[in-house]
């Protein structure tokens, strides 16, 4: 997600397809480099489980995701972060609905236009808990921050 022009900063989410746990950070810029910083971030966060969690990842085709070796290799090792990377065809944000959803849903907070410059990472941070504590109907009321913690227990006792 991007701000005005002018603005340097952009938020990269992540969405978690099952649950549709929300991850977003602020990266400095639509570079190659921010993006794979932002993915290190996550990556860091999630630790061991993130390779578990992304199995595959859908970006849409900005030049920011165009370094796709990058993006898939750990920043921290040689590990693989991301078994299979696949592109949106363009114009078709349809291909990417519940990230396009999500995405919706952190504009309530920070409308378009403006400026994630302005932006603390921790006012990202309490908006996407929000998010995640959003109940859904798709869920039958339940939220991603409940079925994302069963999703994970389930992930771990396998590995």
Known sequence: MVGPRGSSRAVLTLLE??????????????????????????????GRSFPMIFKSI?????????????????????????????????YRSSERGSNENANRLIRRAFPKGTSFDLVSPRDLLQHVAWVNAYPRRIFNGKCANDLYAEEVKKLLAVS
């Open 17 to 46: 397809r099952k649950t549709r746990m929300l991850f977003a950070v602020l990266i400095e810029n639509r570079s190659q480099a921010a993006v794979n910083s932002g993915l290190d971030l996550i990556e860091q966060t999630l």
């Open 58 to 90: 859908t970006f849409d085709n900005g030049s920011e995701f165009l370094d796709a070796r990058a993006m898939s290799t750990s920043g921290f090792g040689s590990n693989k972060r991301i078994g299979e990377i696949y592109y949106a065809h363009p």
